[in-house]
């Protein structure tokens, strides 16, 4: 299993619609077919950064084909428009069986 992990910084005048940012994020993914959770700071050792997102893959192969979709591949150019800074990483689960 794989998991794409990324951190957002948004612009400064987008950090007030963060909210609705991640539920767009979320709806333009899932219906792309991400296995994705996007999450908003919970408490103040998050507070530095304004968006969380990791999708779920069922393998490396599996989230580049994913990436390629048209609908991913907007909603993360939404996203570019809207943040400061975007880290991201790919990880390969540790249990396999999760």
Do not use: H
């Amino acid at each position: 299993m794989i998991q794409r992990i990324c951190f957002v910084k948004l612009l400064d005048d987008e950090v007030t619609s963060r909210g609705e940012l991640a539920t767009l994020l979320s709806a333009q993914m899932r219906e792309a077919g991400a296995d994705v959770v996007v999450g908003l700071p919970a408490d103040a050792s998050a507070a530095r950064w304004d968006l969380s997102i990791v999708i779920t893959a069922a393998s490396l192969e599996a989230w580049n084909a994913l990436a390629q979709v048209p609908a991913m591949i907007g909603a993360f150019d939404e996203l570019a428009r809207r943040a400061a800074v975007v880290k991201a990483w790919t990880f390969e689960a540790a249990d396999p069986a999760r």
